[in-house]
């Protein structure tokens, strides 16, 4: 019977229950809007390899499009960004094209795909940068060899519109600003303030176990920011 249901309507019911869910339990932060630019140096920045495969210039395509996005908004204290709200749904009729995705554990063809390195190169600034972390998900599973990677393991975040949302708070007393920067094969987040913001140190432990891999995300003190599970890809 579910799958009778067109994924549009389905979208729309997760929306709404979304929005339901944040005024149920009363999270009534400002969020963050469009605004203008601000002018301030970067403080923390983040960089990432952008991986060459057959749909390359399609995902560079769409990480800059929504790269677009959130370098408008100005993030005031108190206030929480969200990746989708900012974003909107990408959607081929907004300018988006076919990239990949990790669907399900596989990875597939889809309009607006590729955005998950956005949201993980956002998440792992706004972490370095001891931003509060309102809502993010890891992906399912690590499909990956070490000499592959582009992030650490447990610094990624994956975002399914309607879903799965990137959300943090700007924890600071001073507004900040999201700046990317894209050279041929690399993408930069680099986040704005007026105040110094002090890198956090993080680290990254793993546990193994039979086919997942378990990841704890601790700051310098060893209090655990996040946790991540893995499948592993079978071969």
Same mark, same amino acid.
């Given at each position: 019977?579910?799958?009778?249901?067109?994924?549009?309507?389905?979208? !729309? #019911?997760?929306? /709404?229950?979304?929005?339901?869910?944040? &005024?149920k339990n009363r999270r009534v932060e400002p969020q963050a809007t469009l605004r203008s630019q601000l002018n301030e140096p970067v403080q923390i920045s983040v960089k990432q390899l952008i991986k060459r495969t057959s *749909?390359?210039?399609? =995902? %560079?395509?769409?990480?800059?499009?929504?790269?677009?996005?959130?370098?408008? %908004?100005? %993030?005031?204290?108190?206030?929480?960004?969200? #990746? &989708?709200?900012?974003?909107?749904?990408?959607?081929? =009729?907004?300018?988006?094209?076919?990239?990949?995705?990790?669907?399900?554990?596989?990875?597939?063809?889809? %309009?607006?795909?590729g955005l998950c390195q956005l949201s993980g190169i956002v998440y792992h600034a706004a972490l370095l940068a001891g931003l509060t972390i309102r809502e993010r998900y890891n992906h399912t599973v690590d499909i990956y060899q070490e000499e592959d990677r582009f992030t650490p393991l447990g610094a990624? +975040?994956?975002?399914? @519109?309607? @879903? =799965?949302? $990137? !959300? /943090?708070?700007?924890?600071?007393?001073?507004?900040?600003? $999201? !700046? #990317? +920067? /894209?050279?041929?094969? +690399?993408?930069?987040?680099?986040? =704005?303030?007026?105040?110094?913001?002090?890198?956090?140190? *993080?680290?990254?432990?793993?546990?193994?176990g039979d086919g997942f891999r378990l990841v704890y995300t601790k700051d310098v003190s060893g209090k655990t920011i996040a946790e991540s599970r893995y499948k592993l890809e079978k071969k």
């Open positions: 019977m579910r799958k009778l249901i067109p994924a549009s309507f389905k979208r !729309r #019911f997760r929306l /709404f229950q979304r929005a339901y869910r944040d &005024w *749909l390359f210039e399609n =995902k %560079v395509h769409n990480l800059q499009r929504a790269a677009r996005e959130l370098e408008q %908004v100005i %993030v005031h204290p108190g206030e929480v960004i969200s #990746f &989708w709200k900012i974003i909107g749904d990408p959607t081929a =009729k907004r300018g988006y094209k076919t990239g990949r995705n990790i669907v399900n554990g596989t990875l597939q063809e889809a %309009v607006g795909g990624d +975040a994956t975002v399914v @519109y309607g @879903y =799965k949302d $990137l !959300r /943090f708070q700007n924890n600071t007393a001073v507004p900040i600003q $999201l !700046r #990317f +920067a /894209f050279e041929d094969e +690399a993408i930069t987040c680099g986040i =704005k303030s007026s105040i110094d913001l002090p890198v956090q140190e *993080l680290q990254f432990e793993r546990i193994e």
